[in-house]
């Protein structure tokens, strides 16, 4: 079964009428990429590049959850990430990294990113995380808060020059 499709009816029944959520499919490149350039800079990422990373993404699904919310359209309206990461500390525990939130401009406003974030963060918990972590902005905050996250640190980045 696939993660999305465990997820529970409070989460689904939650997004507007006609919305679903899925796992990320190949064919979803143009529309996922659109949705993500609200967020940040995309590139120009070849078919084979895309191609490549889905492929990698897809051998390691232990790892790694790519979720999309589709319109009543058809249409990616929304992506998010989630990446568990396997530590030493806690009895050998793992840590859920929520990543990538973005929600198509035109469709901002109807709660798609609390939909999303309520999806990752449930995947997290039943793969056994102990608990969920994601970096934001300042002015993101208030939004994540009522995600029912906590301030909980400072983000520190190094960046290199690619």
Same mark, same amino acid.
């Given at each position: 079964?696939?993660? *999305?499709?465990?997820l529970?009816? !409070?989460?689904t =029944?939650?997004l507007?009428?006609? &919305? +679903? @959520?899925?796992e990320?499919?190949k064919?979803?490149?143009?529309?996922?990429?659109?949705v993500?350039?609200?967020?940040?800079?995309?590139?120009?990422?070849?078919?084979? *590049?895309?191609?490549?990373?889905? !492929?990698?993404? =897809?051998?390691?699904?232990?790892? &790694? +959850? @790519?979720?999309?919310?589709i319109?009543?359209?058809?249409?990616?309206?929304a992506?998010?990430?989630?990446?568990?990461?396997?530590?030493?500390?806690?009895?050998c525990?793992?840590?859920?990294?929520i990543?990538?939130?973005?929600?198509?401009?035109?469709?901002?406003?109807?709660?798609?990113?609390?939909?999303?974030?309520n999806?990752?963060?449930?995947?997290?918990?039943?793969?056994?995380?102990?608990?969920?972590i994601?970096?934001?902005?300042?002015?993101?905050?208030g939004?994540?808060?009522k995600?029912?996250?906590?301030?909980?640190?400072?983000?520190?980045?190094?960046?290199?020059?690619?």
């Open positions: 079964m696939s993660k *999305a499709a465990s529970p009816s !409070e989460i =029944s939650a507007p009428p006609g &919305y +679903t @959520i899925r990320l499919q064919t979803d490149k143009a529309e996922v990429l659109a993500l350039t609200v967020l940040t800079t995309v590139g120009d990422i070849t078919d084979a *590049a895309w191609d490549e990373r889905f !492929e990698y993404i =897809s051998k390691h699904d232990d790892t &790694y +959850t @790519i979720l999309c919310i319109d009543d359209k058809g249409k990616v309206c992506t998010g990430s989630l990446i568990v990461e396997r530590k030493f500390i806690r009895n525990g793992l840590v859920g990294h990543e990538d939130i973005a929600v198509a401009k035109d469709q901002q406003g109807k709660k798609l990113g609390l939909r999303m974030i999806a990752l963060d449930h995947i997290a918990e039943k793969a056994g995380c102990y608990k969920s994601l970096d934001c902005s300042e002015s993101n905050r939004f994540y808060e995600c029912g996250f906590k301030f909980a640190g400072i983000e520190m980045a190094h960046y290199y020059n690619k």
